[in-house]
């Protein structure tokens, strides 16, 4: 069984991209393939249509030139309306993100000044309660008898059980 053989090149699509088919021949006589490797062979190809650009690669669709449109027609109006729509919404998204963050500042920077009333509240505090406990300490201090030794040892305790008395 053969198949006609196909045209090699088409010629550039409005794209840019020529498609390119492998001719397969199937016959016993002309093929020495297997039959799966020539039906691989009937997938289309695509190259760019201007090798002579160099990498290779075909650009996606999205950076394709696209033929201008008139400017008259309902396809470009349409297209201009859906574009200015998306445009007035991304801009709203933008601002109110812009005002969200803002009073997200607004809130940590209030936060930060209640804390730091704290912080002055409570060192007052702190200090207030040290000055207590030294005053106390040094009271205590003294009220306590002077050792009887000269020496500024401990007194010894005053057990008589221990001396013997």
């Known amino acids: ?40 062979q009937q997938v289309p190809q695509l190259v760019p249509a201007n090798s002579s650009a160099g990498g290779g690669k075909a650009l996606p669709p999205s950076k394709m030139k696209k033929p201008p449109a008139d400017k008259d027609s309902e396809e470009y109006r349409q297209r201009r309306e859906r574009n200015n729509l998306a445009v007035k919404k991304s801009r709203m998204r933008s601002k109110q993100k812009a005002m969200d963050t803002q009073q997200r500042v607004n809130e940590l920077k209030e936060e930060n000044e209640r804390l730091e ?25 003294d009220n ?13 305790p005053n057990n008589t059980s221990a001396n013997g008395q």
């Open 1 to 40: 069984m053969s198949r006609p053989s196909q045209p090699k090149p088409t010629p550039a699509d409005h794209n840019g991209v020529s498609v390119i088919q492998s001719q397969a021949h199937a016959s016993s006589s002309s093929s020495s393939l297997p039959a799966a490797v020539a039906g691989l």
């Open 117 to 141: 009333a704290k912080i002055k509240l409570l060192s007052k505090e702190l200090s207030v309660l040290k000055d207590l406990f030294l005053e106390h300490a040094h009271n205590l201090a």
């Open 144 to 156: 306590v008898q002077p050792p009887a030794g000269a020496d500024g040892s401990s007194p010894a």
